[in-house]
């Protein structure tokens, strides 16, 4: 509760540091100055366009000196509590507000559009203005502060649906392993003991931040001791290539991406053949792309639940890879020469 409190209280206002923040300004003002010279005029004309461009002026100079100042109020603001930060923000536009309108007033002077320094109206035109800024600004930061909430509970929705899809295992592969270590506890203990050791790195991994990237070498690694666990238990009806490019040493990569695909060959593609087969892994960068290919055998008999089964695994993985990337990312799937192929595509993310 102490953590869901700190973020409330320091991240319900948006990065007003942020380049977009300035163009919502202008475009808010800019509307605002329309509804004002089409809410004073009752006839569309000169007057109009007259009352237009002077509004617009005022208010986009109000915009873009308002997103300047919380721009560098930014981080104190950021650090303030709800009340303390929404009040003084409204206070800073109101500031920036009175300035300009002064500054405005002086400046109509100067250009002969008034005649008078201090005009009668010129009380009321500030208190106007500033009433306006005032509302506008209220209502505007509410609006900001709950798209700012909602893309915050966005993320962690993300981020928990991530590591939910990540902590997905088959129970078959866990009761598979044990039995393995068990059948090799007597035979061979030494070898029951590395079995052990690369299933305590495979789970270290899956209960690991599903948000961490990994290196691409730490990845093959995971998958080198999966596929030697799984040897244990197939033998010579599993044969393994790997055919890896010249993958920069930097590049990283979603912990668990190839271990659940060659599960999927596995399951689907060497368990069901009597004389077993081959599972060739290839990956190569191809400009600022990533590509994996890992290709099995197809069955010799297709069985209705374990394409399903198939399917729910692909739809895991290409969740995890549009929640981490979007849409630059992408998995093929690919049936021709009696082999099985699926093909997944990333951007080259490097290490720091």
């Known amino acids: ?106 400046l109509l002077h100067d250009l002969a559009l008034i005649e008078e320094r201090w005009p009668v109206w010129h009380d009321s035109f500030q208190i106007r203005s500033l009433m306006i800024t005032g509302i506008v600004g209220a209502l505007g930061l509410r609006y900001l502060s709950l798209k700012r909430r909602t893309e915050l509970e966005s993320r962690l929705q993300q981020e928990s649906k991530l590591q939910a899809l990540q902590s997905r295992i088959r129970p078959h592969f866990l009761f598979n392993s044990l039995n393995s270590v068990a059948a090799l506890a007597r035979s061979d203990p030494d070898r029951a003991e590395a079995v052990l050791h690369d299933l305590a790195d495979l789970f270290r991994v899956l209960l690991a931040d599903a948000r961490k990237l990994v290196p691409v070498t730490a990845e093959r690694e995971i998958s080198r001791q999966y596929l030697e666990i799984e040897k244990i238990r197939l033998g010579d009806r599993l044969q393994i290539k790997w055919n890896v490019g010249n993958i ?80 630059k990312a992408s998995m093929q799937v690919i049936q021709e020469g009696g082999q099985y192929h699926v093909k997944v595509k990333m951007p080259i993310v490097r290490g720091g």
């Open 248 to 327: 920069p040493r930097a590049a990283m990569m979603p912990a668990l991406t190839l271990q659940p695909l060659l599960e999927n060959a596995i399951y689907h593609g060497i368990e069901p053949r009597f004389a077993g087969g081959t599972i060739k892994i290839e990956m190569w960068p191809e400009g600022e792309t990533l590509n994996i290919m890992i290709s099995n055998p197809l069955p010799d008999v297709q069985k209705t639940t374990r394409s399903k089964g198939n399917r729910l695994a692909q739809e895991n993985i290409r969740q995890r890879l549009s929640t981490q990337f979007g849409d």
């Open 1 to 106: 509760m102490a953590n869901a409190s700190n973020t409330d209280k320091q991240n319900f206002l948006p990065d007003f540091g942020f380049s977009g923040m300035m163009l919502q300004f202008v475009v808010l003002a800019e509307i605002i100055a329309v509804i004002i010279a089409i809410a004073r005029n009752s006839e569309f004309g000169a007057q109009v366009w007259q009352d237009l461009s002077l509004l617009s002026i005022f208010a986009m100079t109000i915009a873009l000196f308002s997103a300047i100042v919380l721009k560098l109020f930014s981080p104190l603001l950021r650090r303030a509590t709800m009340a303390s930060g929404s009040l003084l923000t409204i206070l800073l536009l109101m500031l920036v507000t009175a300035g300009v309108t002064e500054a405005m007033v002086y």
